[in-house]
């Protein structure tokens, strides 16, 4: 990993997303309301709510893969650009993992982890060649690295789509759902990826449904409906006392599960 993930006293002061005031529509849906929330350095900040609560939209809004109608998001201090060069070279600083992996079918999954820091970051090809046969040991695909994607498990595919966004030596990851297009079975293995990176300070945004992970792993939980913030808090507060109404509904439905 790289070696800004150590987090000093100082560091974790310091703010690394900040949405102030966001505003997100779909022609009539109101899909963001008032979402204000900022993020620090090597938090992880993990977003729970019913389907259709605005999660991923918020999730895809940091680096503009959904526009917003209102309101400032910020990285390091720094507006989001609204498009052209600006944009590609933020967006090279925000990982983002998918539900669905977005791996390139054609091409190996060494060549997939390599194609950002060489296309996009102009790095030699031999230097990012080895450090992404590094990222993909850590991730446990190294022995996988010259397969295509489609011979990969799809727990393997995504933890060579979290190798990937590594590579770009990102200041946070996003993960939007990583674990809901997966078997059971697999499911662990992109988490126990996913609490190594936290472990080492690694700043995250996770969209999940996965209760026992926010519990674990997250600072803070966040907790969405019908587009807007209802509370946040730490997990033991959230999971044991919830605050509002909405809250005790939505955590009663998942244990009744």
């Known amino acids: 990993m790289n070696s ?12 690394i ?13 109101h899909a963001l309301k008032d979402i204000n929330l900022q993020v620090k350095k090597g938090e992880v900040v993990v977003l729970i709510g019913p389907s259709g609560s605005g999660k991923s939209t918020l999730c895809r809004t940091i680096n503009r893969l959904e526009s917003i109608n209102s309101g400032e998001i910020l990285i390091e201090g720094k507006k989001l650009p609204e498009g052209g060069a600006e944009l590609a070279g933020l967006r090279a600083e925000i990982g983002m993992v998918f539900q669905s992996f977005n791996l390139f079918a054609h091409k190996s999954i060494l060549d997939n982890v390599c194609m950002g820091p060489v296309d996009v970051l102009h790095r030699p090809k031999e230097e990012v060649k080895k ?27 995504q933890r060579a789509a979290i190798a990937r966004s590594l590579a770009m030596h ?6 939007d759902e990583p674990t809901s297009a997966l078997d ?3 499911i662990q293995e992109v988490l126990d990826v996913m609490i190594e990176l936290a472990n080492e ?3 995250m945004i996770v969209v999940t449904h996965e209760m026992n992970f926010a519990r674990r792993v997250a600072n803070r939980v966040v907790f969405m409906a019908d587009g807007a913030i209802v509370e946040e808090n ?16 939505f955590l009663e439905s998942i244990n009744r599960h």
Do not use: C, I, W
């Open 4 to 15: 800004e993930v150590n987090v000093t006293e100082k560091d974790s002061d310091k703010t």
């Open 17 to 29: 997303v900040e949405l102030k005031h966001v505003e997100k529509y779909y022609g009539e849906l």
């Open 131 to 157: 450090e992404a046969m590094e990222l993909l040991k850590r991730v446990g695909v190294d022995s996988q690295a010259q397969k295509m994607p489609a011979q990969l498990s799809g727990g393997q595919q």
């Open 170 to 175: 990102p200041k946070v990851m996003l993960f």
């Open 184 to 186: 059971p079975e697999m």
């Open 201 to 203: 300070g690694m700043t």
């Open 234 to 249: 730490t997990p033991e507060e959230f999971f044991t006392a919830p605050k509002s109404e909405r809250a005790k509904e």
